[in-house]
């Protein structure tokens, strides 16, 4: 069967969209016999699909995982695009901050995407099997999305700097081109740094496990089933950690070294409250994401048990995406206003039509 029509067969999960793997493999279809089935080159393996452990092998704890996660993603999805929609209707919002904020609640959901569905398809599978270019695609789009939400983070605390170290010249400064071309180049760094590692993960010779004990193709897990030394993938991933995790993570932890040392610099206590107050949600998410990263990454031989890289997964996959609407909710008095202004004219709207 080609991957095409395995992409097709969701007979365990019809009401949920496809993840992005399963788009990319349905427009991009692998042929039917590549890899080969377990084909012998030089006593090494390469495998036409994969086998992932996941979370647990009881029914029962499968069925209530799928459940909470279930529920969890769908609020990621809801909460993600709301806070996209209320950026797009409310002008009030039409400024270089909420267009990183609105774009990096699509990254959320995209990421998201890339790891949920097919995570709770398997909750319904006895053989949580995935085909080799599925594996791939979803590796692919994971380190791509990743790589963007941090170098977009590190966009984001560049444009706090500058609201508050510089406001009489923020609007010349931040400028449209400017935040195009910044956000731009988060995707292109992104991507380009999954391209490589993606190549190179796939290129090497898997041994005859084809079991992979986490939930998704996470590239460290791939890369233990190697029959080859690996000690330049180690590296490979170290370098581009540096690049990609510490190089944005230093930029924004200058950028708040600026921000504190001028808003302490304000007399009023009112104007350093309200100065921190802009940068409070970036800084709590940045907390956030940043951390556990560079835990995993920077050092792949000391990387943590496999039980909790599956929870750190599930912690950028599920977790984060689905607080950082909350938080930037709750937090941003900017957000607050213009969801009751949003749910004002809702009701204004739902009372004419109840008069008619």
């Not at 993840?19 to 493999?25: I, N, R, V």
């Not at 792949?300 to 930037?328: D, R």
Request: aromatic residues 12%; glycine residues 4%.
């Amino acid at each position: 069967m080609s991957h095409g029509k395995i992409i097709l067969i969701l007979k365990a999960f019809p009401m949920l969209c496809f993840s992005l793997t399963e788009w990319f493999l349905l427009f991009f279809p692998l042929p039917a016999d590549y890899p080969p089935s377990l084909m012998e080159t030089n006593n090494q393996t390469w495998m036409n699909e994969f086998i992932l452990l996941g979370l647990s092998s009881d029914w029962g704890a499968q069925v209530w995982l799928f459940v909470m996660f279930l529920s969890m993603y769908l609020l990621t999805v809801l909460g993600n695009f709301l806070i996209i929609l209320l950026i797009r209707l409310d002008t009030r919002l039409h400024t270089p901050m909420y267009f990183f904020l609105s774009n990096l609640s699509l990254v959320d959901v995209s990421y998201a995407t890339s790891i949920v569905p097919q995570l709770l398809i398997h909750f319904l599978q006895e053989q949580k099997s995935i085909p080799y270019g599925s594996c791939a695609a979803q590796l692919y789009f994971s380190l791509a999305i990743g790589g963007t939400e941090f170098v977009l983070l590190a966009v984001m605390s560049y444009d706090r700097y500058v609201a508050v170290c510089d406001p009489l010249h923020y609007s010349a400064i931040m400028h449209g081109g400017l935040c195009a071309r910044l956000l731009a180049a988060s995707w292109v760094g992104g991507s380009l740094n999954s391209v490589m590692h993606t190549v190179f993960t796939f290129q090497l010779p898997m041994c005859t496990n084809n079991v992979i004990d986490h939930i998704a193709c996470e590239i460290l897990a791939l890369v233990r089933l190697a029959c080859v030394d690996t000690s330049s993938n180690e590296v490979a991933i170290t370098v581009s950690s540096i690049i990609l995790l510490m190089t944005p993570f230093c930029l924004v932890l200058l950028s708040y070294i600026q921000i504190i040392t001028t808003v302490l610099k304000i007399q009023s206590a009112e104007g350093r409250k309200k100065a921190f107050h802009t940068c409070a949600s970036h800084l709590t998410v940045v907390a956030l994401c940043y951390g556990m990263a560079i835990f995993i990454y920077i050092q792949p031989h000391s990387s943590p048990n496999t039980l909790q890289e599956k929870l750190i997964t599930l912690f950028y996959a599920l977790l984060t995406p689905m607080l950082n609407p909350m938080i930037y909710s709750l937090r941003n008095k900017e957000v607050k206003g213009a969801w009751k202004k949003l749910l004002g004219q809702f009701s204004e709207l739902k009372s004419k039509l109840a008069s008619l």
